[in-house]
Each structure stands twice: as C-alpha cells, then as structure tokens.
C-alpha cells in the first residue's frame, strides 16, 4: 500500500510542473519623496519574471525590472531604477480564471541619478495579471511597487540617509507570457 501511495504521488507529480518567462513593458506613475520633497514621478520600463509553476498554479521564481523615472520638479529630475527580487504567486488559468496573482520581495535596489548619486534600498510588490484566453500569449499588468532607500553613494563616498527616501509606483504594462508544461 505504501509502494502504491508513493508511485502516485510522484507520478501526478511529473505532469503538474512547468517553467515560464514573462517580459513586460510598460509605464510607471506614481511619487518620489525624500527630505525636500514630496513630487510625481513618471516613466517607462520593462521587467520580467522567470521561473516555475508547480501544481499547474502556484509560481515562483526570480523577478527584475529596468525603468526610468521622471520626477516633476522644477529640476525635472531623471532617476534609473533597477530592481532584482524573488516573487510567488497564483496562476488562475487552470482553473479557468484569466488571473495572475505575486508578491515579490525585493532585497536590492538602486536608483540612480546622473548628478546626486546612487541610492540603495528594498522593497516590495503585488501584482495582478489579466490573461484573455483569446489573446494566446498576451496579458495586461499591473503592479504596486513601494520601495524605501536608506543608504546612498555619491562624490563623498557611501553613507547611510538620516530620513530614507521612499517610492511608490504603480506599474501598467503588457506582457507575453511564454510557458512549457515539463
């Protein structure tokens, strides 16, 4: 009976793995607060995750992002944001739901400015994806992405901030979603 319990549980186990690649493009909104001030960002990026899809539901895997955030001061402000982090999720379509759900967490981040430095921090995201079933391999994206930098480099070295800087974006993006069931 054991011999039998175990030849099934493995063998169900073989068919319900899968791994996947999703690039997105798309455009962030959102604000840049920092101790003089507190303004709109704006910009474009991409990002994509990759990784493994287990149980034809739950996701896991490595998630980066690339983008560009304008601020709307006076300055008008350029920053380059890069972002590498870990994320886990729902996968609705098996079920016949057309929705994706993540939350990744983010150990490392920089953003980096052409003149005041580079800032280092973490953070955090939640995602939701809209996948129709008539568009085989597009989806639609969106993201909530609050991140808090505590340390910064510029022209007289790496220091930590006495009032972190924070950033919160809200992301919009399409994405095609490219997955093989193993």
Known sequence: MRLLFFFL???????AFGVFVEPSLGYNTGSFED?????????FGIQGKGGVILYKMLMGGLD???????LDNAAEDKWENRQYGLFGGVDGSSTGLPFKFWLTLFPYEELEHDTRGELFGSGYKLGLGFYPEFLEFLGFVFELKNSSFDKIQDASGERDLIISTKVSTL????SFFFKDEL
């Open 35 to 43: 101790q003089s001030q507190d303004v709109k960002t704006n910009g």
């Open 171 to 174: 992301y919009f993006g399409v």
């Open 64 to 70: 980066f992002q690339f983008s560009t955030l304008f």
């Open 9 to 15: 549980f493995f063998s169900t186990q073989v068919h």
